[in-house]
């Protein structure tokens, strides 16, 4: 099969340079991390916890994957939105996925590079735990009505390591929770140093400033590792090309509808220009780049995703602010009931009082007294997509309109996809 060829981006042929490539097989062959990579002595917590000390069979970072992997946060990401909300395609990508093709992407990558790839799977596989349902959309639903009432800022990373490292107190590495709060892809850069951060006094400040600054000092962060590094420009080369391929399964666009050319084609196209053109200007160097080209071309891509996709009458909905309206009731009603304290509510009975137990078994505690706008806030954003819209249906009858019950059959694949 010919190799795809991307004429705005001619020269990211997906391939290494030679020096490079022999550079790669010979770090391979050795067996060793490279300089600069995270070992797993390394790894920081919180607490000095014999279970969680490292092992032949289960390295330090290893250890944080199974522990994500095991949370009831990752298994909901099923049920999430990545970018489509309410198409009846199980073709289309839930967020579930998403966190597996950053993990694969960024592995890719890693390898290549001598990176600890068990540092890069857990990063990559907890950088989302914190988003909420219906994708981007219901995470600035959710901000508006947080920031307005609390003051505070409701970002998904922030809330991803939140969830990590408070409401289910898994104890998790410093490297792992910095991945996840500094993965956000909304900001690409062509280069990546490393922040120097080295332990979680500083982290801490970190965290409080997020939630008092929100994006303004988001968009400062840095991750502390080179591991982390990757997982972030993972995260846009997993998604810049899936989506376009869930937009043209869902109809929303054609196959020529991008500058490219490259349809839905674009995404393995992607794949192996963007790892390439990372492994190539970032092998045996201290930061993680991408080249000129590569870094002019992923922005240009994302950019016209968001002018032919993420704006789009479609994946806005008719009803965009119907269901804004109903993030703010649902956030009303559930502090009112945090406030009548009556535990048959479901704020308690599938939120409060599950942590509560899970905490215990780690000798901690769930904090939900002192801040019901960030105890609301939790409980919201771990919703599934389906729990939420059943909770609006049960408490407000009049959203039952908003929510099409659409037949699978209203979803057709062009014709070429059914031929052999």
Not at 19 to 26: C, F, I
Not at 115 to 122: C, G, P, R, S, T
Not at 189 to 216: M, V, Y
Not at 289 to 296: I, V
Request: glycine share 8%; aromatic share 10%.
């Amino acid at each position: 099969m010919a190799r795809l060829l991307n004429p705005l981006a001619p020269h990211l042929a997906g391939t290494l340079s030679p020096d490079v490539e022999a550079g790669v097989k010979a770090l391979l062959a050795s067996g060793a991390l490279a300089d600069g990579a995270t070992p797993d002595e390394a790894a920081l917590r919180r607490d000095a916890r014999a279970a969680d000390e490292e092992s032949v069979m289960r390295p330090a970072f290893l250890r944080d994957t199974e522990k994500i992997i095991h949370m009831p946060a990752y298994n909901r990401l099923s049920g999430k939105t990545q970018v489509f909300s309410f198409a009846a395609n199980d073709d289309l990508t839930r967020r579930g996925l998403h966190v597996q093709l950053v993990a694969r992407v960024a592995r890719d990558i890693g390898r290549a590079l001598g990176l600890n790839l068990d540092l890069i799977e857990a990063m990559a596989l907890g950088h989302d735990l914190g988003h909420t349902p219906f994708g981007h959309a219901g995470e600035h639903f959710l901000n508006d009505v947080f920031h307005e009432r609390s003051g505070l800022w409701f970002m998904h990373n922030v809330q991803s390591v939140r969830v990590l490292d408070v409401l289910y107190g898994r104890n998790i590495a410093l490297q792992t929770l910095d991945g996840a709060l500094c993965h956000n892809g909304e900001f690409v850069n062509q280069h990546l140093k490393t922040s120097g951060l080295a332990d979680f006094g500083e982290f801490d400040r970190r965290i409080e400033r997020c939630w008092a600054e929100g994006p303004a000092f988001v968009k400062t962060l840095r991750p502390m590792t080179k591991e982390g590094c990757v997982v972030r420009l993972s995260d846009i080369i997993a998604y810049v090309g899936k989506d376009r391929q869930d937009a043209v399964r869902a109809g929303l666009v054609g196959e020529d509808a991008f500058r490219d050319g490259l349809g839905g084609g674009y995404n393995a196209w992607a794949l192996s220009a963007f790892v390439a053109d990372i492994v190539n200007e970032s092998f045996g160097k201290p930061e993680i780049s991408m080249s000129e080209e590569g870094f002019r071309e992923l922005a240009r891509a994302k950019e016209e995703n968001y002018e032919k996709i993420y704006r789009t009458h479609e994946v806005a909905g008719d009803f965009s602010e119907d269901i804004q309206e109903l993030f703010s009731a649902l956030y009303d009603h559930e502090l009112e009931s945090l406030a009548s304290g009556d535990e048959s509510r479901a704020i308690f009975h599938h939120h409060i009082i599950p942590l509560e137990a899970h905490l215990a078994h780690y000798g901690r505690t769930y904090d939900w007294k002192s801040s019901p706008d960030q105890t609301v806030a939790d409980f919201i954003s771990a919703m599934t997509d389906d729990y939420f819209i059943a909770t609006c249906e049960r408490l407000f009858p009049e959203a039952r309109r908003l929510f099409p019950k659409r037949s699978y059959f209203d979803y057709k694949l062009p014709v070429r996809e059914w031929e052999g």
